[in-house]
């Protein structure tokens, strides 16, 4: 199977460790990207990864196209995926949040789109990037057992990447979401690892709040979540690294851009959208919004 991946980053590098030795395997980069790498190759938990990188000008037609990036990057990297889909290719979304494969279905066509998502805890900073192993969670938009699902499902596991399929797809990409808009949101504003979260009453009570808005806005959007789901998600969420760190509590520390547009400010979005009351998921955005600025403001003090 001939396989291309665009994003590189904690969780792209990670997968891309563990495929490249069961498959034909590349990273789709920019020339600056590709000078970059090539200068200074991602180590993946102390290991140097070589893996070949693609640039579009010479893109190959790829039987699946993995999508690892941050969900602000996807809109302007359409045109760099486009030279690598054929007609018989597969895409695969492994980003937050709930947007993605309705961007990507827009772009190059339902029929290409398979939904999915991973579970990891990893560290990235520089080009030195620690990981947990690697587990995906992929199924059909319909929740069909079809021979492509299979395919990929087969590919992942025989790469040492656990995959499985859940029964329903979209719900299990909402639950994950429940966990992006709590855990990170609030990790990011108290600087707390996953270990200074998993015993804190304080923390599964404020998290509690914002889950069970996902769920009344999940339930507009036709997906069949419960407040069970919601405390599971928050009172039985099983801690990988106890040290490790969410993806935006990473970025609000680096000073980077959040993904806090795709994660509580989401949720508010369709709660207007909805006229449903998301006043937990406000605050803790807008929150996140002023953790960034801080850190922000910080950076730009030490340069002075």
Request: glycine share 6%; hydrophobic share 40%.
């Amino acid at each position: 199977m001939k396989v291309r991946l665009i994003g590189a980053g904690a969780v792209g590098a990670a997968v891309g460790k563990q495929l490249e030795k069961h498959c034909d395997f590349a990273f789709i980069v920019d020339e600056e990207r590709k000078e970059r790498y090539s200068r200074k190759p991602l180590l993946v938990n102390g290991e140097e990864i070589n893996i070949p990188l693609i640039t579009p000008d010479k893109a190959d037609k790829a039987d699946l196209i993995l999508v690892a990036l941050k969900n602000f990057q996807l809109d302007s990297a359409l045109s760099m995926i486009e030279p690598f889909v054929g007609e018989k290719t597969t895409i695969l979304s492994l980003m937050n949040g709930i947007d993605s494969e309705a961007l990507l279905s827009d772009a190059f066509g339902c029929d290409k789109v398979i939904y999915g998502f991973t579970l990891v805890s990893s560290l990235h900073v520089d080009n030195k990037i620690t990981t947990s192993d690697v587990k995906v969670r992929l199924g059909e938009k319909d929740n069909s057992k079809s021979e492509r699902i299979l395919s990929v499902a087969k590919l992942f596991n025989e790469s040492g990447i656990e995959a499985t399929i859940p029964d329903d797809i979209r719900k299990a990409l909402w639950i994950k979401f429940m966990r992006n808009v709590s855990q990170n949101s609030i990790s990011a504003i108290l600087g707390a690892t996953y270990g200074e979260l998993l015993n804190n009453e304080s923390y599964k009570k404020a998290a509690f709040m914002v889950t069970k808005e996902v769920v009344r806005v999940g339930n507009a959007e036709g997906v069949n979540l419960t407040e069970e789901d919601a405390y599971s998600n928050v009172y039985s969420w099983g801690c990988m690294d106890e040290d490790g760190k969410s993806s935006t509590l990473q970025d609000v520390e680096a000073a980077r851009r959040t993904e806090n547009d795709y994660f509580c400010h989401e949720v508010s979005s369709l709660g207007k959208k909805h006229n449903i009351p998301t006043p937990y998921c406000d605050i803790v955005g807008a929150m996140v919004d002023a953790a960034s600025y801080i850190s922000e403001y910080r950076k730009n003090r030490k340069r002075q």
